[in-house]
């Protein structure tokens, strides 16, 4: 009985904890429109819940990116966090028994009206890919209004389709499953 007692009170404290924040549950999770926090969850070590200022607390990346938008040329200037930086400090979870591990993860970026895309924990990877992802909180110097407050740009992407906006989770899973 003790046993369960000090376990829930564990529990209950990493709950609290900003760091090892449980995932939203489907109950939490927005389902539509602008969110103003998002859950990185799945394989990893420490689960997050990021808001605006704890994305600002990442050390800033600003880009300029030239996309198709329905088949318009776009042009803009992001700002926001390496979306490396985000995983690196949610620990993604890796087999040491097998040979670059990492190559097998998936991080799956969901919006808020469940608009997926999908990176390779690779493609990402500043040993491999290196494709400088970014989670963005400003375009053009302001909010991202109607996108939320965390929008994704792929600088290498020719088309935004991947450019996942009103981000409501990221969740890191292994190629097979
Ligand atoms: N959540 C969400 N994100 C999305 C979409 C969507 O339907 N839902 N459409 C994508 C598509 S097809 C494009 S072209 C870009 C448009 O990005 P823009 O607002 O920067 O032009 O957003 C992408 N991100
Ligand atoms: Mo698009």
Known sequence: MKKIIALTLLVGALSASPVLAPQLSQAQAQTSGPTTRFSVG????????????????????????????????????????LLWDILQAAGIVTDPSVSNGVLRRVVVVIGSDNYQAVFGAGELSPRFGGNQVIIAYEQDGQPLGDDGFAKLVSPVDIAGGR?????????VRDSSR
């Open 163 to 171: 450019f996942v906006s009103n981000i409501s989770s990221i969740i």
């Open 42 to 81: 799945g394989l990893v070590s420490n689960t997050l819940v990021l808001t605006a200022d704890r994305l600002k607390a990442y050390p800033p990346s600003t880009i300029n990116v030239q996309y198709f938008a329905g088949g318009a040329p776009t042009s803009h200037t992001f700002k926001g966090a």
